[in-house]
């Protein structure tokens, strides 16, 4: 059953083959456990500012990502998607909460640590793609095991190029390649230095179809071919259709998840959450039992009174 049809050829993942655990398709679930977590945040808080303009963008979230799959997280703006890839990634220090990456405590690393612990364990892939201008695809992509001074695997290094398909390319700078192009050096950066896990933060957000759809399956035939553990934050179904599982934020929770998702399934299920907000709001709904009555409006800051 190609459940990712809809993506069209060319590098549709056919990794709908034999997946052990929490796979069974289906509609809006709870979010909870896994089995084999890489990152496990519990009681994620995060505030910007203080007093009257203090901002709570992730309020006392749990969150099992699990190793060797690709997860989307998805929900409206202002929900809270970037803060929680940034603290998940240790780019962002939580004002309380857990957070334990391949097995480390990462919430109260010093920052040293922490450093070392970004460049060898975690790849990021940006929206806007961050390469070196005066550097070759080549030397981008190697740029974070040189500055750690570690050895480039090299057969791995070519794995990695010709996932991404930029043999040819490997001598060009940024400003000679197309914007997928760039994005997919980004994608091997992040990939070559074999990371516990990939952070990408709405890495299709500045791309055309046709770029979307290669660097999503670069990113799905990383977790199926390498057994790479992928978090994707974004807001186009299409590309949360390429994960395992899709964890639904609002208003600083998350609220949901879904399982082996497909475009058509991830839009109902945006409809339906923003149909509960509309409820909600219209004041027929009530609150949802696990959030206080206080909770603001779906979409926007939520400001603290
Ligand atoms: P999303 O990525 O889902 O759009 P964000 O994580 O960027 O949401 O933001 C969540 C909330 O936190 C928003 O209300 C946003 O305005 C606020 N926020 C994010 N970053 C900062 C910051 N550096 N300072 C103050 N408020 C912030
Ligand atoms: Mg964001």
Redesign the pocket.
Request: charged content about 60%; overall charge negative.
């Given at each position: 059953m190609p459940v990712h049809a809809h993506n069209g050829g060319a590098q549709t993942p056919p990794y709908q083959n034999a997946r052990p655990g929490r796979c069974e398709p289906g509609g809006l679930t709870a979010h909870g456990p896994v089995a084999d977590p890489v990152v496990t945040a519990r009681a994620l808080t995060k505030v910007f500012g203080r007093g009257e303009s203090a901002v709570t963008a992730l309020d006392a979230v749990d969150a099992h990502l699990a190793r060797g799959r690709f997860t989307a997280i998805m929900g409206p703006s202002g929900s809270g998607?970037?803060t929680l890839m940034h603290c998940l990634a240790g780019l962002e220090s939580p004002t309380s909460g857990s957070i334990v990456l391949d097995g480390e405590e990462i919430s109260s690393m010093s920052r040293r640590r922490l450093t070392r612990l970004r460049r060898e364990n975690i790849g990021f892939v940006f929206q806007a793609f961050n390469l070196v201008p005066s550097l070759t695809a080549e030397e981008n992509i190697t740029l974070p095991l040189d500055i750690a001074r570690r050895k480039v695997d090299r057969d791995h290094f070519d794995r990695v190029v010709d996932a991404v398909g930029l043999r040819d390319r490997l001598s060009h700078r940024p400003a000679e390649l197309s914007g997928g192009q760039v994005q997919r050096v980004a994608c091997a950066r992040a990939l070559v230095g074999k990371p516990a896990v990939v952070f990408a933060?709405?890495p299709t957000g500045n791309l055309d179809s046709q770029a979307t759809r290669q660097v999503l399956g670069i990113l799905r035939s990383s977790v199926d071919e390498f057994g790479q553990s992928v978090v994707m934050?974004t807001h186009e179904a299409e590309a949360a259709a390429w994960a395992d599982t899709v964890l639904f934020l609002r208003d600083g929770h998350v609220v949901a998840e879904m399982n082996q998702p497909d475009q058509d399934r991830v839009l109902d299920a945006l409809r339906d959450l923003a149909a509960q907000d509309g409820a909600r709001f219209d004041g027929v709904g009530g609150p949802e039992p696990d959030e206080p009555a206080s909770a603001g409006p779906g979409t926007g800051t939520r400001e603290h009174r």
């Open positions: 998607k970037s933060d709405e934050v």
